[in-house]
């Protein structure tokens, strides 16, 4: 994880933010770093974003960042992108949000569509546009661990889980799998409308596409 530590650091560094936790502790966690990197290449693939919300460390600006479940949308930063039209669209880590059948899961990624948003800290299924599950493993993904990421899809977006935008060329739900997924999982994850990558070119492609269905690229 070395090598992904560096690309989310430099990423960040960039962008003049210090990445910190909402404890104000650094992100050590392999699955946090991971989170970041896919949410830095939803956010290298649009255009004329800013940092919504960020707090302040002596002289710098800090990016907090939600390393256990947040229900409240108010606290942590965000990346913000605007279409054209005047969509505006939140991208973050970390974020429980209410589901379908009143109950509540976490999101590793989510874009939010802030127009959709009650007014309080709470952040309804209606209002996630896109979210990723993102998975760390030594070998690719069986079918039970996709079946466990397809519950959760479903009861944030329906089944089968709907693709985003008109194009069809992207679901509103994605799996990134850094090694992958058996072709069984595959398979399960398909039948529920949920689509799959990895940390390589895939999530690139990714990420582009949905920059483009959201009309932010």
């Not at 990423?11 to 989170?35: C, Q, T, Y």
């Not at 874009?111 to 948003?117: F, G, I, P, Q, R």
């Amino acid at each position: 994880m070395t090598g992904l530590k560096r690309k989310v650091t430099a990423f960040f560094r960039r962008r003049k933010l210090l990445l910190r936790s909402l404890s104000d502790a650094g992100i050590r966690a392999d699955s946090d770093l991971a989170e970041l990197y896919v949410l830095s290449r939803l956010v290298q693939a649009a255009k004329r974003v800013r940092v919504e919300n960020p707090a302040t460390h002596g002289s710098r600006r800090v990016f907090q960042v939600a390393t256990s479940p947040s229900p409240d949308w108010t606290k942590g930063s965000r990346f913000v992108a605007v279409s054209p039209a005047g969509a505006k669209y939140a991208l973050r880590t970390g974020l429980e949000v209410q589901t379908i059948d009143g109950g509540t899961v976490e999101l590793d990624i989510v874009v939010v569509a802030t127009s959709k948003l009650p007014g309080t800290s709470k952040v309804p299924s209606s209002a996630c546009e896109f979210a990723t599950e993102v998975k760390l493993h030594a070998r690719s993904l069986s079918a039970s661990v996709a079946n466990e990421v397809l519950g959760k899809g479903v009861r944030v977006f329906s089944f089968p889980v709907p693709p985003l935008g008109k194009s069809h060329a992207v679901r509103a739900y994605c799996l990134v799998a850094s090694k992958g997924v058996s072709n069984n999982a595959a398979q399960a994850l398909t039948g529920g409308g949920i689509g799959h990558c990895d940390l390589g070119p895939t999530l690139e492609a990714l990420a582009r596409a949905v920059a483009k269905e959201l009309q932010i690229d």
